[in-house]
């Protein structure tokens, strides 16, 4: 098989990622909107994937440190990163993010490329060529802190936002709800479509050497990408956070929102990768948690599929590699 023709297998796996993270991640901006009665999934879908799609084109132009973290940033500079690997990384976070989409899990796709990149880096090249340190400083704090941090910012603005109205400051929060939920889905297109770019170009690098950084129409066809998941196949996922973890009004639904899009695009500019599915899914939870109505059950299946997204998508990712290995 030439090496242009696997070129182009991973390029189109890199759309199918950007299609199953649109599938999964569609419902962290719009289930408080579905949940809370302010709009139907078809009208908020449309909106907030339109939103996600300028984040993901804008991200383009400036998300540099997040695509080298996501290029460079995990396995040593000794190792060859090769076509073959980037295929099986790939093979790792598509199949468990789009059995999660199927299945109504709400995942993360970040976990999952990092799961993937390090337990099939861990196979491939052997446990010294992984940079344990950078992993764990650059990628593994942040994704552990940011729930726990979105989870409390969530409770403050709800809190604050009650003390407003109750002192008959409140805003109106039908369009704030709005505001909120697309300034959401377009800090989740600043977020995630750079980690995914930064696969696709382990295989534009191979038919154009002279680029180094994803181009701008390869950022707008993951934005094309990921709104279409949006819109074929996200409804699963939406119905589990708007309707099973706990019961939202708009001021609710306004303070997870708003939550998320600020830690998602405050971390965003830093070039830290935090998953808007535990961001969001935290802020939800922290919702019900603070007026005693979060469903336990629910709660914990979502916490459980956090928990086994890494070792699930790496391992995944390894036996993608070891196929590929076997056959080209």
């Known amino acids: 098989m030439s090496m242009n023709l696997i070129s182009i297998?991973?390029?189109?796996?890199?759309?199918?990622?950007?299609?199953?993270?649109?599938?999964?991640?569609?419902?962290?901006?719009?289930?408080?909107?579905?949940?809370?009665?302010?709009?139907?999934?078809?009208?908020a879908v449309l909106l907030v994937s339109l939103a996600a799609a300028a984040g993901a084109t804008i991200a383009s132009g400036w998300a540099v440190k997040m695509t080298l973290l996501f290029t460079k940033g995990m396995l040593s500079p000794q190792v060859a990163v090769n076509q073959l690997f980037a295929l099986a990384v790939l093979g790792g976070a598509i199949g468990w993010v789009l059995f999660a989409s199927k299945t109504g899990l709400p995942v993360s796709t970040t976990h999952s490329i990092v799961g993937s990149v390090v337990l099939t880096g861990l196979y491939a090249f052997g446990f010294d060529n992984v940079l344990w340190a950078g992993v764990t400083k650059k990628i593994v704090l942040p994704l552990l802190i940011s729930p726990i941090a979105a989870f409390g910012l969530g409770v403050v603005i709800f809190r604050f936002l009650y003390w407003l109205c109750e002192r008959q400051y409140c805003i109106n929060c039908h369009w704030a709800h709005w505001m909120s939920a697309i300034s959401s889905g377009f800090a989740r297109g600043l977020n995630d479509t750079p980690k995914i770019a930064a696969l696709g170009m382990v295989f534009y690098h191979v038919?154009?050497?002279?680029?180094?950084?994803?181009?701008?129409?390869?950022?707008?066809?993951?934005?094309?990408?990921?709104?279409?998941?949006?819109?074929?196949?996200?409804?699963?996922?939406?119905?589990?956070?708007?309707?099973?973890?706990?019961?939202?009004?708009?001021?609710?639904?306004?303070?997870?929102?708003?939550?998320?899009?600020?830690?998602?695009?405050?971390?965003?500019?830093?070039?830290?990768?935090?998953?808007?599915?535990?961001?969001?899914?935290?802020?939800?939870?922290?919702?019900?948690?603070?007026?005693?109505?979060?469903?336990?059950?629910?709660?914990?299946g979502i916490v459980a599929a956090w928990l086994v997204t890494v070792p699930i998508a790496g391992a995944i990712g390894v036996g993608c590699y070891w196929l590929l290995n076997k056959i080209v």
């Open 9 to 43: 297998f991973g390029i189109s796996g890199a759309i199918i990622l950007a299609f199953a993270n649109g599938a999964n991640d569609i419902s962290k901006s719009v289930a408080t909107l579905v949940g809370s009665g302010e709009s139907d999934y078809k009208k």
């Open 207 to 300: 038919i154009d050497p002279n680029v180094h950084i994803a181009p701008k129409w390869f950022f707008l066809i993951l934005a094309l990408a990921n709104a279409a998941g949006s819109v074929i196949m996200g409804l699963k996922v939406t119905e589990t956070l708007a309707h099973q973890v706990t019961r939202m009004n708009h001021l609710e639904g306004f303070a997870a929102n708003l939550a998320t899009s600020a830690m998602v695009m405050a971390t965003a500019v830093k070039g830290f990768p935090v998953s808007t599915t535990h961001v969001s899914g935290s802020a939800i939870m922290g919702m019900g948690l603070q007026k005693g109505g979060l469903n336990w059950k629910t709660a914990g």
